[in-house]
């Protein structure tokens, strides 16, 4: 099991890495799953909306894009951040950069554990997660 991180054209690092790439292992592990290949790749928003248009034929920006590699209960995959639109919801939703990427880092996580965002009642099982694990990790970031 790996997670990397890279960054893409932006002057943006996330600190304290080792303890967020323990608490998504751990997500992974409470779903039931096992790590696998982990790629974070934040960028800016040009880069992620290229993805968007050429990969998922959307014209619009957007935070976050998973890719989902796993096979069986082994969780890899891709996820792209925008650092320009965390940025924006962040200052939009009164919170820290760092706790939004990190929001949009789980987001993308439970994506590839399987969880879905596209209809209204699955939306909702998949955000009150994300914000509940949310809470858990910020509290260890302060």
Wanted: net charge negative.
């Amino acid at each position: 099991m790996s997670i990397k991180i890279y960054y893409d054209q932006i002057k943006f690092r996330i600190r304290k890495l080792k303890e967020i790439n323990r608490f998504l292992d751990k997500v992974i592990r409470d779903e039931g799953r096992v790590p696998g290949d982990l790629l974070f790749i934040l960028s800016d928003d040009e880069s992620v909306l290229n993805i968007n248009r050429e990969f998922l034929k959307h014209d619009s920006y957007t935070d976050v894009i998973a890719f989902d590699d796993s096979v069986d209960e082994i969780v890899s995959g891709e996820i792209y951040i925008s650092i320009d639109t965390v940025r924006k919801n962040a200052r939009e939703y009164g919170c820290s950069i760092r706790e939004e990427t990190v929001r949009v880092m789980i987001h993308g996580l439970l994506h590839l554990c399987g969880y879905d965002d596209i209809h209204e009642k699955d939306r909702k099982i998949m955000l009150m997660k994300q914000e509940l694990l949310v809470e858990q990790i910020i509290g260890r970031l302060q």
